[in-house]
């Protein structure tokens, strides 16, 4: 069994930071790496730049163990692990250029016997592009790709699979996939993950632990675009798609999921789009389940313009200026802080840009994103009477426990029309 005494992570955003925390906390040596000057300084005061739970006090603890530390570069270390991430392009292409800096700027600190990890979800073939870049800047050391099983360097793809709000408990409980390129990288990886796991370390290539990845968040799109577009023909036939959902549910084989405003997160509004860039041919349902998820949001904001109008009908006083939407979440899950590719801020967004006063009811963060209109207001919960229109983005336990909401209300998760 490989032992590692010192783990390098590249990216401590909600992945690399916990997964960092958790080595360091069973008792491994580990420095993690972040281009985000802020995010280096926070953790290296024991502080955290992210919210979830029971993290903070986890990297308060191994950072004053001198267990973790942080910097802006990576350095000489056992093992290697990148948990950068990974956006498409605006053709919805995969952009490794985040894989592509960390593979370079850890390149020049390998030594035979070095193990890295690619954690980032990535498009098959992204393990081998990686293992392609380091051997490109160490043409000194040997690759999988170039002499197998007796490279100087092991690689292999491991994706994350982790839920926002539980990332510490899955991250020891959950199974894990393991993708060497050959068989002794998959061996050391095991090793070396399995210093916490607590869950099975499933041996694969580095491909079909790509693909998995890709496959689990694809299976989710698909199922959540079918009760996404069941909720508009429900719209369009006068049905309550909650209670319908509720009574098809109640057959034995049938488990519909919940209807939302759209899909969030950085996984599964992205990860089948890596399937389509690569199989466009073949991934027919894959790629209309995205799209159908897609268009959810300007379903929504069509709802808004509805009662926008019911309400100027019902007080020929007021103009479209005088009208206030009070938009109930803007994360793209409930009881989190994280905004990534959330439907909830893109519809917030374009509201704001129809010159309407926006009330943006986020109990999870204390200032919006730099970018939003000036005419949103963060808010809270008890300024919701100022509005006119109300519209429920996300189910935060804070809006679980309202009664009601006013005689204007659009509500995309179902609290109050269940």
Known sequence: MQKFKHICVIGLGYIGLPTAATFAAHGVKVTGVDVNPHAVDLINQGKVHIVEPDLDALVRDVVAQQKLSAQLSPVAADAYIVAVPTPFKDNYEPDLKYIESAAKALAPHLVKGNLVILESTSPVGATEQMAAWLSEARPDLSFPQQT????????????????????????????????????????????????????????????????????????????????????????????????????????????????????????????????????????????????????????????????????????????????????????????????????????????AEQGLNILAIEPNIEKLPVDMPANIQLTQLKDKDKADIHLVLVDHREFKKLSTIGSYYIDTKGLFLG
């Not at 095991?190 to 299976?219: H, P, Q, W």
């Not at 549910?249 to 919940?258: A, E, S, T």
């Not at 379903?299 to 509805?306: A, E, L, N, P, R």
């Not at 109930?328 to 374009?350: C, H, M, Q, V």
């Open 148 to 351: 197998g099983e007796q490279a100087d360097i092991l690689i292999a793809h491991c994706p994350e699979r982790v839920l926002p709000g539980k990332v510490l408990q899955e991250l020891i409980s959950n199974d894990r996939i393991v993708g060497g390129m050959t068989s002794r990288c998959s061996q050391a990886a095991i090793d070396l993950y399995k210093v916490f796991v607590k869950g099975d370390c499933i041996e694969t290539n580095a491909r079909t632990a790509e693909m998995c990845k890709l496959t689990e968040n694809s299976f989710r799109d698909v199922n959540i675009a079918f009760a996404n577009e069941l909720s508009i023909i429900c719209d369009k036939l006068d049905i309550n798609v909650w209670e319908l959902i509720q009574l098809a549910n109640r057959h034995p084989r049938v488990n519909i999921l919940q209807p939302g405003p759209g899909v969030g997160g950085h996984c599964i509004a992205v990860d089948p789009w890596f399937i389509v860039s690569k199989t466009p041919e073949q991934a027919r349902l894959i790629r209309t389940a995205r799209e159908v998820n897609d268009s959810k949001p300007e379903w929504v904001i069509d709802q808004v313009k509805i009662k926008i109008a019911e309400f100027l009908q019902a007080n020929p006083e007021k103009t479209i200026k005088d009208v206030t939407v009070a938009c109930y979440g803007l994360a793209f899950k409930p009881d989190i802080d994280d905004l990534r590719e959330s439907p909830a801020l893109n519809i917030t967004k374009k509201l």
